[in-house]
């Protein structure tokens, strides 16, 4: 029987539905309960091992690939990656966050909030951007890490990828039904089921369930057609938006807009941390370079092009907002919809409510898509059990990993409210966004067997230096919002780290197709931007994302270093017995 991606080439095809312990444990760890206990007393010497390994270009884009038994089909353009990126994005976050910290923590400041949020996001693109160009794979960051930091950071971004996808698609099937009670003009919560649970969970949402499992059925038949599905969508959910804008803005006064800035710059920070959820559907278009016709254009422009519309749409309906109401009448559960029935236009409410659904459908949709790509590259690696790893041969679909993830988000949204979710999702994307940054800057100025042990030390004591000084501006602005002092230490000490890497070390690797300009600055201020948003969030996202992120390694621990040693020794053996089989005769 095949064992870790590794067939026989007489042995006929397997078939797709199957279901067996070879399938989810295939790895010699696994074979016995012998085996598994000698492996537990090397969880050290593995760890050690595994910390330091790196993957490359070439394991990432195409031996990994081989896990899946079949290809994903190339049928996606550039056209159709910038739909992808708005589909992805103009949900929830836009429709629900909005209406909810322009009450209670920006006022009409909210429209800074996404300012900020989305200079820190396209920072973030750029770093995708030269990435994905180069590695088209379904892994996205997950394997950008693996090439660039090793095995150990990348299973830490991908526990973090699994958790960003399925608590964001729960959080936006959460919002789907709320928009759709409004849409039917009934009271909020009515389609929910109320229960005894504790606050936050105690509200069971079946319509939430429905959503995903519909979309996610469209995302397991074809990539095409969804495409398909998401022009038209988006295309309706844009007429939507253009509506909420013009008509925001022509019937809303400037005397709203007053005070500015009722909670001083901190609430616009505060703010920018939690709406941060609505520009995460980015990074899911790099999860499609192996569907790419051609990834070296169509990625950048896809990526570039979809952030640089979202921003200039998140920023004018968060005006229209606050133009229409001040910020202490804002409905934060249906801020638009609300808001258009204050200035006497109550049918629009139905717009808002259609267009909202709409966005959210294509979130939902973009996000059964991408996210299953990430969990599919996961399982390619041995973290989560090969057989979610497969790719169905009609379809080119993922359908295994597919379900794992809606599955769970379908779990997840019918217990727990969006407040809940959103912090832990903001926080989570935010820490890979900074790992990602990271990645750019070791790709750039650090390549194995060439780069001198001198410069790699100088390499990880300037990062330290960036990474250190960011969380220390970062906890200086929590402890003290009205303070200086602090920053002229902090900054200073950024820049250092910052001009050190430009002046004292050379760039050992060029881009092949895009480059980041003004490395190592923009990296640089994209770590400092990133973290400084994470240390905006409040106390209870970082409880969560730390107990969350214990159960992580509490998997790691017991079963993913285990597998991910076991899939790189076989690996090694079958490279060694190629060599030999190649190697010239005496």
């Known amino acids: 029987m095949a064992s870790m991606g590794v067939s026989d080439a007489h042995e006929p095809p397997r078939s797709y539905w199957r279901c067996s312990k070879q ?161 039917l003009d009934l009271p909020p919560n009515s389609l929910r089921i109320k229960t005894d649970l504790s606050e936050g969970y105690n509200l069971l949402d079946p319509i939430a369930v429905a959503a995903l499992a519909i979309t996610a059925t469209i995302a397991m038949i074809s990539t095409k057609k969804s495409s398909y599905l998401n022009w038209i969508a988006s295309a309706v959910n844009v007429a939507a938006i253009l509506f909420i804008i013009i008509g925001g803005i022509s019937h809303g006064k400037t005397s709203n807009l007053t005070p500015f800035l009722p909670y001083g710059a901190k609430g616009i920070f505060q703010s920018a941390a939690v709406v941060y959820f609505g520009y995460t559907g980015f990074d899911q278009i790099a999860t499609l370079g192996e569907e790419t016709k051609n990834p070296p254009r169509d990625i950048p422009i896809g990526l570039i092009g979809s952030m640089s519309l979202i921003t200039v749409i998140y920023c004018s309906m968060a005006f229209s907002l606050t133009m229409m109401q001040k910020y202490m009448y804002i409905d934060p559960n249906a801020a638009f919809s609300v808001a258009f029935q204050s200035v006497g236009m109550k049918w629009a409410k139905y717009v808002v409510a259609f267009g909202a659904l709409k966005g959210m459908t294509t979130v939902l949709l973009v996000g059964a898509l991408a996210q299953a790509r990430y969990a599919t590259h996961i399982a390619r690696a041995h973290l989560i059990p090969p057989w979610f790893a497969l790719v169905h041969p009609k379809t080119g679909t993922p359908i ?79 402890l003290r919002p009205n303070g200086w002092i602090g920053y002229t230490i902090t900054v200073p000490l950024w820049f250092l780290g910052t001009l050190g890497i430009s002046v004292f070390l050379t760039k050992e690797k060029k881009p092949k197709f895009w480059g980041v300009p003004f490395v190592p600055w923009l990296p640089s201020l994209s770590i400092a931007t990133n973290i400084f948003l994470m240390g905006s969030l409040g106390s209870a996202a970082f409880y969560r994302f730390g107990i969350c992120t214990g159960v992580m390694l509490i998997y790691y621990v017991f079963l993913g270093l285990h597998a991910t040693y076991d899939m790189a020794h076989q690996q090694e053996k079958l490279q060694a017995i190629t060599n030999e089989e190649n190697a010239p005769g005496p």
């Open 23 to 183: 399938d989810f444990l295939p790895e010699e760890s696994f074979q016995s309960w012998s085996n598994y206990v000698s492996a537990l007393s090397q969880t050290w010497f593995r760890f050690k091992q595994r910390l330091v390994s790196r993957s490359d270009d070439v394991n990432e884009t195409e031996k990994l690939r081989k896990e899946s038994e079949n290809d994903m089909k190339r049928c996606l353009n550039w056209w159709d990656l910038i739909w992808f990126g708005l589909g992805s994005h103009v949900g929830a976050g836009i429709f629900v966050l909005t209406g909810k910290e322009a009450r209670e923590h920006a006022g009409a400041a909210i429209v800074l909030s996404y300012v900020a949020s989305g200079f820190s996001a396209m920072l973030s693109v750029l770093c995708y951007t030269e990435f994905s160009a180069e590695i088209p794979v379904a892994g996205g960051s997950f394997a950008y890490l693996r090439i660039e930091l090793g095995d150990f950071a990348a299973f830490i971004t991908a526990a973090n990828i699994l958790l960003e996808g399925i608590v964001g698609s729960a959080a936006v099937a959460r919002a789907w039904t709320s928009y759709f009670t409004t849409l």
């Open 400 to 478: 295994y990993a597919t379900l794992l993830i809606t599955i769970s988000s379908c779990l997840i949204a019918f217990f727990s409210g969006l407040d809940v979710l959103s912090t832990l999702l903001s926080i989570s994307t935010l820490f890979i966004f900074m790992m990602m940054a990271v990645a750019l800057l070791v790709r750039r100025y650090y390549v194995k067997g060439k780069t001198e042990r001198w410069d790699l030390s100088k390499l990880v004591l300037f990062i330290l230096l960036i990474v250190g000084s960011s969380m220390g501006t970062s906890a200086y602005w929590g």
